[in-house]
């Protein structure tokens, strides 16, 4: 005889634990570092000027190993994104959106979305970067819809 179980997720289960806290490596480590003063951080290369993400130790363009590191704006629009529903992790609040953020300087960024109802996420929309706490007294960057571009559809109905 087989059971049928049917594993629902109740709505908006908060999170027990704290998020994990990052773990940076050599060539993450200021990106990290940013994220811990509330700053988006990028690598760019210095001499052909190409942004890269993940930060890594050689251009893919020119094969320079000269990089600088650079406040980025924060601001992108969601190229895809998943709503995982299985295992449940206790750290993240449910329902998690993931998301892959184009930023405006052309790298491409994973993350989570928040301030935004399952349903009303989309491909393409205007999305901002804000921080939130992990273990070990750490922040990650996160996203969220972009507040310009509320304001600004607001305005042009008014
Ligand atoms: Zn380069």
């Known amino acids: 005889m087989t059971t049928n179980v049917k594993a629902t997720i109740p709505a908006n289960v908060p999170a027990t634990m704290p998020r994990p806290q990052p ?3 050599r060539d993450s480590a200021f990106f990290w570092d940013g994220a811990a003063r509330g ?3 990028g690598q760019r290369c210095a001499a052909c000027k190409l942004f890269r993400h993940p930060p890594r130790p050689m251009c893919p363009n020119c094969q320079s190993v000269e ?3 650079v406040r980025l704006s924060g601001r992108g629009t969601i190229h895809a994104f998943i709503h995982p529903v299985h295992p449940m992790i206790p750290m993240f609040d449910y329902p998690l959106t993931c998301v892959l953020v184009d930023l405006e300087e052309g790298i491409r960024i994973f993350s989570n979305l ?3 109802e399952k349903e009303d996420v989309r491909i ?3 999305v901002e970067v804000f921080f939130v706490p992990t273990a070990g ?3 990650v ?3 969220r819809p972009a507040r310009d571009a509320k304001a600004g559809s607001k305005g042009a109905r008014s």
């Open 23 to 25: 773990l940076p490596g």
């Open 39 to 41: 700053e988006l951080m």
């Open 67 to 69: 990089r600088e590191e």
């Open 114 to 116: 928040y301030e935004c």
């Open 124 to 126: 393409g929309m205007p």
């Open 137 to 139: 007294d750490k922040q």
């Open 141 to 143: 960057p996160v996203f």
